[in-house]
Nanobody, 114 residues
Framework: VQLQASGGGSVQTGGSLSLSCVAS????????MGWYRQTPGSQRDLVAR???????KYADSVKGRFTISRDFAKNTITLQMNSLKPEDTAVYYC?????????WGQGTLVTVSS
């Protein structure tokens, strides 16, 4: 499975950005896709996930501000990020988990300036 992420960039506090991730290859079956983020010197943390039956999970820090959605026909997930804060600044990584195996996309940088 290959994951191609897009979106990200720079925005001021309170602004919005959208991240998208397209999965290609053998993407059938039960899975979970989501976004993680990482800052220098820190571990990669979950931002939001959505399963193949549409169940979502969010980090407490983004609840009410971020929304993850999934287009099953296009094997795409989208993370809509609103009310962005400087602490949301990080490299964001797309992830797909299936059958005990993780796949990762390339990171995309999100910078939120105060």
């Amino acid at each position: 499975v290959q994951l191609q992420a897009s979106g990200g960039g720079s925005v001021q506090t309170g602004g919005s950005l959208s991240l998208s991730c397209v999965a290609s290859g053998r993407v059938s079956g039960i899975d979970s896709m989501g976004w993680y983020r990482q800052t220098p010197g820190s571990q990669r943390d979950l931002v939001a996930r959505i399963t193949s039956v549409g169940i979502t999970k969010y980090a407490d820090s983004v609840k009410g501000r971020f929304t993850i959605s999934r287009d099953f026909a296009k094997n795409t997930i989208t993370l809509q990020m609103n009310s962005l804060k400087p602490e949301d600044t990080a490299v964001y990584y797309c992830n797909r988990w299936s059958g005990g195996r993780d796949s990762w996309g390339q990171g995309t940088l999100v910078t939120v300036s105060s």
